[in-house]
């Protein structure tokens, strides 16, 4: 019987000890969250004269310790491309990687069809030109280009703008959609890059710029966008010595063609990401946002079947036009709308990343 008795007073003593400790679990961080709260509120005053226009929330472990408008909408600007990156995790993958197809004919004319990928910097492009070498391609004369894949109607926006920041969207672009020059006190003009050769888009550009050392977008120019990225593939040809010459335009892809080769963007979905957020990029965030839709809904991509993917995407996290409005997914348009309780839950579903 003592056997027993002892039996049962062990394991009442280790029940109260385990209750102890789960109370004890409970306790603390309701305990911390209490003091971080009374350290925060004496501040809160102070926080809040200085948010003339707008809102915060300040939280730590999903505990909401401070606040002001958390419910209201406001325009978020460039943090909503946490938005943006997250969907293009979930939806695309962190292994994705952009694809762009390359087509040779008998003339040894090339057709490059873009598909959206903007990671087509002068290097990356020198690699492919390198590579379709070594494949056995030792001319190229005329260079057709197809942005197809890309349907987008102007912004509206911007549109004289030569800041690189208000870079337009395209299937097909290259550099971000932007130019690095130097115009010198005779007027001449040379890249200011040492991986993209000087072009003739850039003297063109260029001629009625100041001197100095100039980045700038290509603006809304579709002809423009197409004309740099063929002036830059021709460029990175002679310099690889392949032979050849020819016209530059945009053409759509014949359908008897078959791809000689697919490139894959060198960098995954996930390193493209790494360095959109730590630039803020714009033009990568809204290859992003059109890229989503296009996965989704099909190509062509449309800033519609952006708008609708992404949407749909953000009902998944319990959240509705009432707390969050993408028009398009940089930050940029003054449409765009979001809480700030609904961009601290957009955060902590991004935090994994």
């Not at 008795?5 to 305990?31: E, G, S």
């Not at 100095?212 to 002679?238: C, E, K, V």
């Not at 009902?315 to 609904?342: H, Y």
């Amino acid at each position: 019987m003592n056997r027993y008795v002892n039996w049962f007073i062990a394991m009442k003593t280790t029940m109260i000890t385990h209750i102890n400790r789960v109370l004890l679990l409970t306790v603390i961080p309701c305990f911390l969250l209490c003091i971080q709260t009374a350290v925060a509120q004496p501040h809160k005053a102070k926080i809040d004269s200085l948010v003339e226009n707008g809102g915060y929330v300040f939280a730590h472990s999903n505990f909401i310790i401070a606040g002001k408008n958390e419910n209201s909408r406001f325009i978020p600007a460039s943090i909503l491309k946490i938005a943006t990156s997250l969907a293009s995790l979930r939806i695309l993958g962190p292994d994705f990687r952009f694809e762009t197809a390359f087509y040779l004919t008998n003339e040894n004319d090339l057709y490059i069809k873009g598909f959206g990928d903007p990671s087509l910097t002068s290097e990356e492009i020198a690699g492919i030109l390198a590579n379709l070498k070594k494949q056995g391609v030792a001319c190229i004369n005329n260079i057709f280009l197809d942005a197809g894949a890309f349907q987008l109607q102007p912004t509206g926006t911007n549109e004289k703008s030569l800041n690189p920041y208000d870079a337009q969207n395209a299937a097909l672009a290259v550099n971000f959609n932007t130019i690095h020059f130097t115009k010198k006190e005779d007027g001449s003009i040379i890249s200011a890059e040492e991986q993209t050769p000087t072009l003739p888009i850039m003297l063109r550009l260029g001629k009625d710029l100041p001197p100095g050392t100039h980045r700038i977008q290509i603006t809304q120019n579709m002809p423009d966008i197409l004309t740099y990225a063929g002036q830059l593939f021709r460029g990175m040809q002679q310099r690889l010595k392949i032979a050849g010459d020819g016209v530059i335009a945009e053409k759509n892809i014949p359908e008897i063609l078959t791809p000689l080769y697919m490139h894959k963007s060198r960098k995954t979905l996930e390193e493209i990401i790494s360095g959109l957020m730590l630039y803020s990029n714009n033009f990568i965030a809204n290859q992003l946002f059109l890229t989503c839709g296009a996965y989704k809904q099909g190509y062509p991509a449309t800033w519609q079947k952006g708008r609708s993917t992404l949407e749909e995407f953000l009902s998944t996290l319990d959240l509705s036009e009432k707390q969050i409005i993408m028009q398009e997914g940089s930050g940029l348009s003054t449409e765009n709308r979001v809480t700030p309780a609904t961009m601290l839950k957009i955060l902590q579903a991004f935090q994994p990343h």
